[in-house]
């Protein structure tokens, strides 16, 4: 301004959220959806030529307004968590420990509910929920709460979508492309936005006249530019049956009135709300209104003003179920991230700092009461076993009843685990590590899969807390590499079981190769002997590991720089110059393969394993 002061210049735009549009009409016809999906696309190429990525793309965040060709426009809003590719200051890094502010639950990739580096197939992803849901009428994955929803989009595969939604009539084209969206592999998805526009549509006809013989509502309609009517007739006569009309006296009407009046305030201010969205509805209807004025005033760049009423939909967020006193945390977060986003864009620092402390504590609330919800079902487990034993049964005859059948818990609990790692909760998380490790064992015998991977994370946290002592000492009857060693040790029996080798024959590299967690494995356990100064074995069993890594041809270029990075590493510290500078050289040319596969900025810093 004239007098100094620094002040942001944004658009005001009228109209309405797509989200709103969806709860209004359901599913979008495909016409009216590609031309939705195209300018999202369009607007995210843009954004990731200049290295940014959104992290929270999701109806909610596509601003739908009327162009002066009365068409409609669409607008990607709510960069506030968007990332620099290759930037992280101290705010950002202090969010990602978190595991929360960046992405919302139904629309969050893989890779970010793993707390991995989120960069542009990121976004595809999330765009490939928010098509799915434009074309079907939800998202592709809604559990009952965070983690089971986490654990959809991790492990689970998407409904075609007749299976969805049988009514929704899609070209095969267009669910193809969605679906790869939808893969959990990064690498499996468009290599870029750009990609993914090509095989859009850029036409597709619309509907003339629906089954019912009425006109389909235009999206244009819906937003209150064009015509009020949400349908028109056609003009063929027709017959229309007198119903039967039940008739009320005007006391009868009254008493009538007044009951459903009684039915629909008791709703309102008494009904608590379903497990996964606790509150009243009434309460919940004043949270969104006192949010979405916030926003707006956001958007006018009246921060002053959206501060106290966004302080006010935190305060009504954190007490919308007082009777069952059941958090509420999905509106707690979306309250405090956009609480935090206006104090840090008004530059008031020090209220940013108090809003992202009582985040931060909250994050680590709600994953904590998870943990020992977890702990509580794996101690159920224990006390069957024992009974189990005392009577003199088998536990394997018990394996399928719900107390036992614990297999499809190990990948959630690991999940959790990292969660509660990135709040600090090390204590907590070694115990559920550690307790599940114990009951799996005796429930599935010391070589089942899923304790390589509770073991990973157990050493991962141990790590965290330099306790190497633990780690050193863990599993001696595996080995002299402790929890490492053990962990390997699973993989290869699992292996050799697999191949049918007999115990005389070794795993050729070949084998290898085409096991990525035994890879993943091998490269551990060097990484670790290499800590423990063990350098030789480290440098045998990194070579391993990169070779087979090669060889599988299907790694990430980020993933094998950490390869070259890590062998760089050890050959530096055996003495290797000119070979660890080659390995190095290697690591930089993969990341920057990756930077260029993505239509990235390659920003070259410091890396390390």
Same mark, same amino acid.
């Given at each position: 301004?004239?007098?100094?002061?620094?002040?942001?210049?944004?658009?005001?735009?009228?109209?309405?959220?797509?989200?709103?549009?969806?709860?209004?009409?359901?599913?979008?016809?495909?016409?009216?959806?590609?031309?939705?999906?195209?300018?999202?696309?369009?607007?995210?190429?843009?954004?990731?030529?200049?290295?940014?990525?959104?992290?929270?793309?999701?109806?909610?965040?596509?601003?739908?307004?009327?162009?002066?060709?009365?068409?409609?426009?669409?607008?990607?809003?709510?960069?506030?968590?968007?990332?620099?590719?290759?930037?992280?200051?101290?705010?950002?890094?202090?969010?990602?420990?978190?595991?929360?502010?960046?992405?919302?639950?139904?629309?969050?990739?893989?890779?970010?509910?793993?707390?991995?580096?989120?960069?542009?197939?990121?976004?595809?992803?999330?765009?490939?929920?928010?098509?799915?849901?434009?074309?079907?009428?939800?998202?592709?994955?809604?559990?009952?709460?965070?983690?089971?929803?986490?654990?959809?989009?991790?492990?689970?595969?998407?409904?075609?979508?007749?299976?969805?939604?049988?009514?929704?009539?899609?070209?095969?084209?267009?669910?193809?492309?969605?679906?790869?969206?939808?893969?959990?592999?990064?690498?499996?998805?468009?290599?870029?936005?750009?990609?993914?526009?090509?095989?859009?549509?850029?036409?597709?006809?619309?509907?003339?006249? @629906?089954?019912?013989?009425?006109?389909?509502?235009?999206?244009?309609?819906?937003?209150?530019?064009?015509?009020?009517?949400? @349908?028109?007739? &056609?003009?063929?006569?027709? &017959?229309?049956?007198?119903?039967?009309?039940?008739?009320?006296?005007?006391?009868?009407?009254?008493?009538?009135?007044?009951?459903?009046?009684?039915?629909?305030?008791?709703?309102?201010?008494?009904?608590?709300?379903?497990?996964?969205?606790?509150?009243?509805?009434?309460?919940?209807?004043?949270?969104?209104?006192?949010?979405?004025?916030?926003?707006?005033?956001?958007?006018?760049?009246?921060?002053?003003?959206?501060?106290?009423?966004?302080?006010?939909?935190?305060?009504?967020?954190?007490?919308?179920?007082?009777?069952?006193?059941?958090?509420?945390?999905?509106?707690?977060?979306?309250?405090?991230?956009?609480?935090?986003?206006?104090?840090?864009?008004?530059?008031?620092? @020090?209220?940013?700092?108090?809003?992202?402390?009582?985040?931060?504590?909250?994050?680590?609330? =709600?994953?904590?009461?998870?943990?020992?919800?977890?702990?509580?079902?794996?101690?159920?487990?224990?006390?069957?076993?024992?009974?189990?034993?005392?009577?003199?049964?088998?536990?394997?005859?018990?394996?399928?009843?719900?107390?036992?059948?614990?297999?499809?818990?190990?990948?959630?609990?690991?999940?959790?685990?990292?969660?509660?790692?990135?709040?600090?909760?090390?204590?907590?998380?070694?115990?559920?590590?550690?307790?599940?490790?114990?009951?799996?064992?005796?429930?599935?015998?010391?070589?089942?899969?899923?304790?390589?991977?509770?073991?990973?994370?157990?050493?991962?946290?141990?790590?965290?807390?330099? =306790?190497?002592?633990?780690?050193?000492?863990?599993?001696?009857?595996?080995?002299?590499?402790?929890?490492?060693?053990?962990?390997?040790?699973?993989?290869?029996?699992?292996?050799?079981?697999?191949?049918?080798?007999?115990?005389?024959?070794?795993?050729?590299?070949?084998?290898?190769?085409?096991?990525?967690?035994?890879?993943?494995?091998?490269?551990?356990?060097?990484?670790?002997?290499?800590?423990?100064?063990?350098?030789?074995?480290?440098?045998?069993?990194?070579?391993?590991?990169?070779?087979?890594?090669?060889?599988?041809?299907?790694?990430?270029?980020?993933?094998?720089?950490?390869?070259?990075?890590?062998?760089?590493?050890?050959?530096?510290?055996?003495?290797?110059?000119?070979?660890?500078?080659?390995?190095?050289?290697?690591? =930089?040319?993969?990341?920057?393969?990756?930077?260029?596969?993505?239509?990235?900025?390659?920003?070259?810093?410091?890396?390390?394993?």
């Amino acid at each position: 301004s004239a007098e100094g002061d620094a002040f942001i210049v944004m658009d005001y735009l009228e109209g309405r959220a797509l989200d709103a549009m969806l709860d209004q009409g359901g599913p979008l016809p495909e016409h009216e959806a590609i031309d939705i999906i195209r300018q999202v696309c369009k607007g995210l190429i843009h954004a990731h030529k200049k290295g940014i990525i959104h992290r929270d793309l999701k109806p909610a965040n596509l601003m739908l307004t009327v162009d002066e060709d009365n068409s409609v426009l669409v607008k990607i809003v709510d960069f506030g968590i968007a990332k620099v590719q290759g930037t992280e200051d101290r705010a950002s890094q202090h969010l990602t420990r978190t595991g929360q502010v960046f992405g919302s639950p139904l629309y969050m990739s893989p890779e970010q509910w793993s707390g991995q580096s989120a960069d542009a197939r990121s976004d595809i992803y999330s765009l490939g929920c928010l098509m799915y849901e434009l074309l079907t009428g939800a998202p592709p994955f809604c559990g009952k709460d965070a983690i089971e929803t986490m654990s959809m989009h991790l492990d689970e595969k998407p409904l075609s979508f007749k299976e969805f939604n049988p009514e929704v009539t899609v070209s095969d084209q267009m669910e193809t492309l969605v679906l790869r969206c939808l893969e959990k592999k990064p690498d499996k998805r468009f290599r870029s936005v750009a990609d993914l526009l090509q095989e859009v549509p850029e036409k597709v006809s619309a509907p003339a006249i @629906s089954q019912d013989q009425t006109v389909a509502v235009r999206l244009v309609d819906l937003l209150g530019t064009a015509s009020t009517t949400n @349908s028109v007739r &056609t003009g063929q006569p027709t &017959t229309i049956k007198k119903r039967s009309r039940f008739v009320l006296t005007y006391e009868k009407q009254a008493k009538l009135s007044t009951a459903i009046l009684l039915i629909l305030l008791a709703f309102v201010w008494i009904y608590q709300g379903p497990h996964e969205d606790p509150g009243p509805p009434g309460a919940k209807m004043i949270w969104q209104l006192e949010l979405s004025l916030g926003e707006t005033l956001m958007a006018a760049g009246a921060f002053s003003l959206a501060a106290p009423i966004l302080e006010l939909a935190n305060w009504h967020a954190e007490h919308l179920d007082l009777i069952l006193n059941r958090p509420n945390y999905e509106k707690r977060f979306q309250s405090m991230t956009r609480l935090a986003s206006c104090y840090q864009l008004a530059g008031k620092n @020090s209220d940013f700092e108090r809003v992202l402390a009582k985040y931060t504590a909250l994050d680590r609330e =709600r994953w904590e009461i998870l943990a020992h919800k977890y702990i509580r079902d794996i101690k159920s487990a224990e006390a069957y076993i024992k009974e189990l034993r005392a009577k003199g049964e088998s536990i394997q005859g018990h394996l399928t009843e719900p107390r036992l059948n614990l297999a499809p818990s190990v990948k959630l609990v690991v999940e959790l685990a990292r969660r509660l790692d990135a709040n600090y909760s090390y204590e907590l998380e070694y115990q559920l590590l550690f307790r599940m490790e114990q009951v799996v064992e005796k429930l599935y015998g010391p070589n089942f899969i899923g304790l390589a991977e509770l073991k990973n994370q157990r050493a991962s946290c141990l790590k965290r807390q330099d =306790r190497i002592d633990v780690i050193e000492s863990a599993d001696p009857e595996r080995g002299a590499d402790g929890l490492y060693g053990s962990i390997r040790a699973i993989y290869e029996v699992n292996l050799r079981e697999n191949l049918s080798l007999k115990p005389e024959e070794s795993i050729t590299l070949e084998q290898t190769s085409k096991n990525p967690g035994y890879i993943r494995s091998i490269l551990s356990l060097g990484q670790w002997q290499r800590t423990s100064g063990k350098l030789e074995q480290a440098e045998r069993n990194i070579k391993l590991a990169l070779d087979a890594a090669k060889m599988n041809g299907k790694f990430e270029p980020d993933e094998l720089a950490e390869f070259y990075t890590s062998y760089a590493n050890v050959l530096e510290r055996l003495g290797r110059v000119e070979e660890s500078r080659h390995c190095a050289d290697a690591a =930089r040319c993969k990341r920057q393969d990756s930077a260029k596969e993505l239509g990235m900025p390659y920003i070259e810093h410091k890396h390390s394993d």
